[in-house]
């Protein structure tokens, strides 16, 4: 089971991250994925742009250069391509993230870094045209709702 960490992997080492699970699973085993998992690309970038900028506030060039939200395709493709089988979305569900949270966790010494990412949320038109990002018209805060996904694949069983 991966939770919520393979949006941490670059897209080159994503084949060989699903190939190794797949090695080490004995046939019939069960590969369960919660994470991230987008259907639509230009949400998916509009989300990137955001997080990159996080992650630069807070001195992160690894995760800048490195992170990588797959949409669901790529997922299901690269899961295929390693051999599982019977892949499918056991569940949907929204990641909440509250800039109220990502301020105290982040940046409690420097709230004010904070602007530049609802200066970003602002510029997300496809993520806000999808009620994606909630930004409060009275208040510094936003709320984001990201799509996630449980998805499980099965090692077949050796005939």
């Known amino acids: 089971m991966i939770k919520s960490g393979n949006h941490e992997i670059p897209f080159a080492k994503q084949f060989q991250l699903y190939k190794s699970i797949f090695n ?10 919660l994470g991230f998992l987008f259907s639509n690309q230009r949400e998916r970038e509009e989300f990137t742009q955001i ?16 992170r990588y939200f797959l949409l ?35 940046f409690p010494t420097n709230p004010n870094a904070i602007k ?19 930004l409060s018209k009275t208040a510094n805060s936003s709320s984001m709702y990201l799509p996630g996904e449980i998805t499980v694949a099965t090692k077949p069983k050796v005939s």
């Open 116 to 134: 530049d990412i609802f200066t970003a949320q602002q510029q997300a038109k496809t993520l806000l045209k999808n009620n994606r990002i909630e």
């Open 24 to 33: 080490v699973l004995k046939p019939g085993g069960v590969f369960i994925n």
């Open 72 to 106: 669901r395709h790529e997922l299901y493709s690269l899961l295929h391509e390693v051999g599982f089988t019977s892949i499918g979305c056991e569940i949907t569900f929204d990641y909440s993230i509250h800039s109220d949270i990502v301020k105290k966790e982040y």
């Open 51 to 66: 997080t990159r900028i996080k992650d630069n506030l807070i001195g992160a060039t690894d995760s800048v250069i490195n």
